[in-house]
């Protein structure tokens, strides 16, 4: 399939629906329905996904276009004459889920590729409370890059210096949306937007073992945040930093140098004592 829109439309014929059919299952109008089909809305409503997602259909086939249609447990399952869509396929909550929202609203241009919504700093207190709402979305701003045009991806605005010297204050990233749990990797850094604040950490998963998620910046003057699931609406993957600041090279080599320096000292001292 070339784009989402298209994707949608071949989900729709393989489960055996008209516009009109679909949009009784949805909840939606059958205008909205063609509207979608044709590229013409830049925001999808989660009841679609969810939708889908209850008939076994894979949401990352429907992002992105790669794997296959069908969820391999669930291949027969259009067959069915389910409905509604209060209930998501058991297949779908197969693994831990990662925030609040099970889903979330993809962003796309009329071509059917990706754009990336951006959340400013002002913006953070209406993201956190809106996130899940499409006339919220689209009041964002929207732009588009070459390498993120097949996926759900977002921008956020970065303010303060915990993630110095990676990633600096009025620094832009650009996150991917995850689903699962399953899917964070130790060392990596996100944006996980909580019930009260929108943070940039590097994650150590602890969920399995602990039942919650450590937060640690790269700026060690900071310390170890435990962050418990039920307080997680959204997680996204940085995949990207856009910057204006420009700092030199030598001037963070001397930095680390400094705390290379410092804990060999705090080391030694330790040796002394004992």
Known sequence: MENLHNRLKHCRIKLGLNQQSLSQRVNINQKDVSLIEAGKRKYIPEEYFLYLSSEGIDLNWIYTGKGEMFL??????????Q???????????????????????????KQGDSVIAMVPIKAAAGYIMYCHRSDYLEELSVFSLPDFRSGNYRAFEIWGDSMEHTIYSQDWVIGERLEMASQLRD?????????????????????DRLGHLVLRSDNTEYEDQILEPNDIIEVWLVKARITRDFRSARAALVYFREEVNRLDNLLNGMVHKQ
Do not use: F, H
């Not at 391999?72 to 004459?81: E, G, I, P």
């Not at 409905?83 to 241009?109: F, N, R, Y």
């Open 72 to 81: 391999k447990d669930t291949l027969q399952k259009y067959n069915s004459k």
């Open 83 to 109: 409905e509604g869509i209060s209930t998501m396929s058991s297949t779908s909550l197969s693994a831990p889920l990662l925030g609040k929202s099970t889903l979330q609203l993809v962003t796309v241009d």
């Open 187 to 207: 060392g990596a850094i996100y944006i996980i937007v909580t019930s009260g604040n929108i943070v940039c950490k590097r994650v150590v998963n602890r969920l």
